[in-house]
């Protein structure tokens, strides 16, 4: 498939893992002169025929293997479970292609470093899919803080709660509910950890923990507690899983002359006293498509801003796994009934 974005030509992507994720990257490259989905895996046939069908004129590889290794693929996209991450991106790497991995990076630190270090080595683009890279209200939250609107920052918090653990658009994906890849902290915290690294600097878990249930040794967490630092700052986490409720996404930015609420993804909220105000913004709003197209500059040897390079996923690895690994505070808590 040849195919020309304006003078160059499109770049080809091969796609690993065509679940939730796979499957909306999917869609949004078939849309974009910058790429031609060549080729794609999954180890599940069932999800490789709902992508064949939306997509015939894409061709199915038999393996990951052939993917990486093919010699008509410039760039792979990952969105397996997180545990295929990083023997998919090192292969990719290793044979010259341009990565696109979906976070968290890795699951285990040895992992993710050694994809920094592939990353080096192979000199090839490698970035990581953080939802909030390129928001519009991320970027209007940065440019109110370098023109120092807020006063001084007094602290962060973050507040999640699922009412059902995976949520709805991801239940086919049981490696969610699961220790040794999946729970709130490694799938959602990790976009706010990226979002406060990015504005505020990079993060000191001072304390931080899950809780488990006891009734499935091999179950995600169903709650995640932290007090981190983010240099002065200090930052609050606060999220529950299973939890009667809304579901939540709420990062809150205390400023001494403006406070901002970012929830729900997109909708920015600001107060200078009283009632919060929502922030009307005029720009893009960012999105997998944006993103997709930032990761194509990057293929074509520019350094996009707003898309996360592998040392700023590790970064933000390294703090998600402290909430797993703390030897801080970890407490078991009773099922619920
Ligand atoms: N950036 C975001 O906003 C965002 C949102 C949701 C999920 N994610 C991330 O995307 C990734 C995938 O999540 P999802 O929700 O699509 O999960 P999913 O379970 O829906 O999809 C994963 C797919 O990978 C396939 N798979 C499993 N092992 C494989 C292997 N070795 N090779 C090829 N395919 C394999 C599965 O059959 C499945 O179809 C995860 O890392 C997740 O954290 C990112």
């Given at each position: 498939?040849?195919?020309?974005?304006?003078?160059?030509?499109?770049?080809?992507?091969?796609?690993?893992?065509?679940?939730?994720?796979?499957?909306?990257?999917?869609?949004?490259?078939?849309?974009?002169?910058?790429?031609?989905?060549?080729?794609?895996?999954?180890?599940?046939?069932?999800?490789?025929?709902?992508?064949?069908?939306?997509?015939?004129?894409?061709?199915?590889?038999?393996?990951?293997?052939?993917?990486?290794?093919?010699?008509?693929?410039?760039?792979?996209?990952?969105?397996?479970?997180?545990?295929?991450?990083?023997?998919?991106?090192?292969?990719?790497?290793?044979?010259?292609?341009?990565?696109?991995?979906?976070?968290?990076?890795?699951?285990?630190?040895?992992?993710?470093?050694?994809?920094?270090?592939?990353?080096?080595?192979?000199?090839?683009?490698?970035?990581?899919?953080?939802?909030?890279?390129?928001?519009?209200a991320?970027?209007?939250?940065?440019?109110?803080?370098?023109?120092?609107?807020?006063?001084?920052?007094?602290?962060?918090?973050?507040?999640?709660?699922?009412?059902?653990?995976?949520?709805?658009?991801?239940?086919?994906?049981?490696?969610?509910?699961?220790?040794?890849?999946?729970?709130?902290?490694?799938?959602?915290?990790?976009?706010?950890?990226?979002?406060?690294?990015?504005?505020?600097?990079?993060?000191?878990?001072?304390?931080?923990?899950?809780?488990?249930?006891?009734?499935?040794?091999?179950?995600?967490?169903?709650?995640?507690?932290?007090?981190?630092?983010?240099?002065?700052?200090?930052?609050?986490?606060?999220?529950?899983?299973?939890?009667?409720?809304?579901?939540?996404?709420?990062w809150?930015?205390?400023?001494?002359?403006?406070?901002y609420l970012l929830r729900?993804?997109?909708?920015l909220?600001?107060?200078?006293?009283?009632?919060?105000?929502?922030?009307?913004?005029?720009?893009?709003?960012?999105?997998?498509?944006?993103?997709?197209?930032?990761?194509?500059?990057?293929?074509?040897?520019?350094?996009?801003?707003?898309?996360?390079?592998?040392?700023?996923?590790?970064?933000?690895?390294?703090?998600?796994?402290?909430?797993?690994?703390?030897?801080?505070?970890?407490?078991?808590?009773?099922?619920?009934?």
């Amino acid at each position: 498939m040849q195919s020309w974005a304006g003078e160059r030509p499109a770049i080809r992507l091969g796609i690993l893992g065509l679940g939730a994720m796979g499957t909306e990257i999917m869609a949004s490259a078939v849309t974009l002169p910058d790429f031609a989905v060549v080729c794609a895996y999954d180890v599940s046939p069932a999800a490789v025929d709902r992508a064949r069908t939306r997509h015939p004129d894409v061709s199915f590889a038999a393996s990951a293997q052939e993917v990486v290794e093919s010699s008509s693929v410039d760039a792979v996209y990952i969105a397996t479970p997180p545990m295929f991450h990083t023997e998919a991106a090192i292969a990719a790497m290793r044979a010259g292609k341009a990565v696109f991995c979906e976070k968290p990076l890795a699951i285990s630190l040895a992992d993710g470093r050694r994809m920094v270090a592939a990353a080096a080595e192979w000199g090839v683009a490698a970035a990581v899919n953080f939802a909030l890279s390129d928001r519009n209200a991320v970027l209007h939250l940065e440019r109110s803080l370098a023109e120092g609107e807020v006063g001084e920052v007094r602290g962060i918090e973050v507040r999640l709660s699922f009412p059902r653990w995976p949520r709805d658009f991801q239940a086919d994906a049981a490696w969610l509910a699961g220790r040794d890849q999946g729970g709130l902290v490694r799938e959602v915290l990790s976009h706010f950890v990226y979002l406060t690294d990015r504005l505020l600097g990079p993060l000191d878990p001072v304390e931080v923990g899950v809780d488990f249930p006891l009734a499935d040794p091999h179950a995600s967490e169903v709650a995640a507690r932290g007090f981190l630092r983010a240099g002065g700052v200090p930052v609050y986490v606060s999220a529950f899983s299973g939890v009667a409720g809304p579901e939540l996404y709420e990062w809150i930015l205390w400023g001494t002359r403006r406070s901002y609420l970012l929830r729900n993804w997109g909708e920015l909220l600001a107060s200078e006293g009283g009632e919060w105000k929502t922030v009307h913004l005029t720009q893009p709003r960012g999105s997998e498509t944006t993103r997709l197209s930032l990761f194509a500059d990057a293929v074509r040897g520019g350094n996009p801003r707003y898309l996360a390079d592998f040392a700023t996923a590790l970064r933000v690895q390294e703090v998600v796994e402290a909430f797993h690994h703390t030897n801080v505070v970890r407490q078991r808590c009773e099922p619920s009934r």
